[in-house]
């Protein structure tokens, strides 16, 4: 911050561990960590694709990779965060319209969007092994 | 009430951003807006795209590649992909500029940024077309 000459003298925010740790806060930091990680888990699919598009043997390789016991837990996380991330993104829309300040919404969709988002991902694993053996 | 503008020197901008009126992000509205507009987009388009996902799971090769390769799917597939790596470049941008404070490491991340999501974009898009069009 030195280096920056000419700046308005502006006074610092507290950061993060001045904070009494809450739900709303954590939701905020998991909205954003998930965000992240679907970032680097959209090559994981953009991979699938491209071997899909390359050869057959491409694709069998790339499809036993994910479809083994570690690959199946990792497209289990990033089911989980898109579905987490996507929920929060809605909460984001109800904030944008000027709903959902209030302590009790706040909390109310804090709780949905974790609910949410395990019930969700489970709903579609179940799904996935139930349709698919 | 005496607003900021009344006590220049109150105020916690600058004179020089004040005149430019486009606070710390040095650009207007446009980037919230094209990440609020990607964000409702990949609503459908990722579910869709998760639907195809499961629909295609576990079936023979031949099978996967003909499913990706209806217009229908391919078209839902491409909007995706398309929605999915401009939404994630304005989401990284923000985390960049939060967090990588010395300028040029920071204009560097945000070069690195652009060139990754747009390598994702046009490897998915590739992907996707070759399969369809059955190259």
């Known amino acids: ?133 | 009430m005496s607003g900021s503008s009344d006590f220049p020197g109150s105020s916690l901008r600058t004179v020089r951003r004040r005149v430019a009126g486009l606070g710390a992000a040095h650009s207007g509205t446009h980037h919230f807006w094209l990440q609020r507009v990607t964000a409702l987009a990949n609503v459908p388009l990722t579910l869709a795209f998760l639907a195809v996902l499961v629909c295609v799971a576990g079936e023979p090769p031949e099978r996967v590649l003909a499913t990706i390769g209806q217009p229908i799917v391919a078209i839902i597939l491409l909007l995706a992909i398309v929605s999915i790596t401009t939404h994630m470049r304005a989401g990284m941008q923000v985390v960049i500029e939060d967090y990588v404070h010395n300028e040029g490491a920071k204009v560097l991340a945000l070069v690195g940024n652009t060139f990754f999501c747009a390598a994702m974009g046009c490897a998915g898009v590739f992907a996707i077309l070759k399969i369809s069009f059955g190259g």
């Open chain 1, 1 to 133: 911050m030195s280096d920056m000459h000419g700046a308005a003298r502006r006074p610092l925010s507290p950061h993060l561990q001045i904070y009494r740790p809450m739900l709303t806060m954590m939701m905020s930091i998991v909205h954003r960590i998930t965000g992240v990680a679907l970032y680097f888990g959209t090559f994981l699919l953009v991979v699938w694709l491209v071997a899909a598009a390359s050869s057959p043997n491409a694709f069998a390789t790339v499809n036993a990779v994910y479809g083994s016991w570690i690959g199946l837990i990792v497209l289990f996380g990033f089911s989980w965060a898109m579905l987490h991330h996507m929920l929060g993104g809605l909460r984001h829309f109800i904030w944008d319209m000027g709903h959902g300040f209030g302590p009790e919404a706040r909390e109310l969709m804090a709780k949905l969007t974790i609910g949410g988002s395990v019930a969700l991902t489970v709903l579609l694993w179940v799904v996935i092994f139930a349709v698919k053996g």
